[in-house]
């Protein structure tokens, strides 16, 4: 994928339409048409698996704040994860603005093959130089959810699930989470 400009600003990030997700790296944007629908249950039924035990503390632990698809602001890079989390000790509420700084502590990226060179590449160093702790490459093509944990600035891809798998995976291994519930 090419930049539909380089050096833009906030600015020509905003005239982007709302039927694009509209991103900047190194200052250069980026747009993507909005996902497919079947990227986009995946995210919704991911998001509804975790919320309730993780950001709700509905049978689970709780601590934790969910967003899908916030926009997040890094130097010159703007980014948008499909689901991003932040542990309530870093980010106890959300404040009034339209996006955040603060790193999250766990992403999810949803795989489409117009986007997943820039969410394996781009996205994953921004990420990792960010701090980010977790993250997690879902494919509902696929059907394979990649877990990584960062170490010493590097993402270690801990392990590989597929098809129907049960998983419990950091950092929300309190659950299990039952891969065949997303492919629907």
């Known amino acids: 994928m090419k930049p539909l400009k380089k050096n833009a600003t906030y600015d020509d990030l905003r005239e982007v339409p709302d039927h694009f997700v509209a991103e900047m790296f190194g200052g250069d944007l980026y747009a993507s048409p ?93 990420y990792a130089r960010e701090g980010v702790a977790h993250a997690w490459l879902l494919d509902p093509t696929a059907h394979t959810l990649e877990v990584m944990s960062l170490e010493a600035g590097r993402w270690i891809q801990l392990r590989t699930y597929e098809g129907e798998a049960k998983v419990r995976a950091a950092p929300f291994d309190a659950i299990e989470l039952e891969l065949k519930s997303l492919w629907i």
């Open 34 to 126: 909005r996902p497919a629908l079947p990227h986009a249950r995946a995210v919704s039924l991911l998001g509804g698996i975790l919320i309730g035990p993780f950001d709700q503390g509905r049978n689970g632990p709780g601590g934790w704040l969910f967003l899908d698809e916030p926009e997040l602001h890094f130097a010159a890079d703007v980014v948008v994860p499909d689901i991003a989390a932040w542990r309530r000790a870093r980010l106890p509420e959300l404040p009034a603005a339209a996006y955040l700084t603060l790193a999250p502590d766990w992403i999810c990226e949803v795989l489409s093959t117009s986007t997943e060179a820039i969410d394996r590449g781009k996205k994953l160093r921004i």
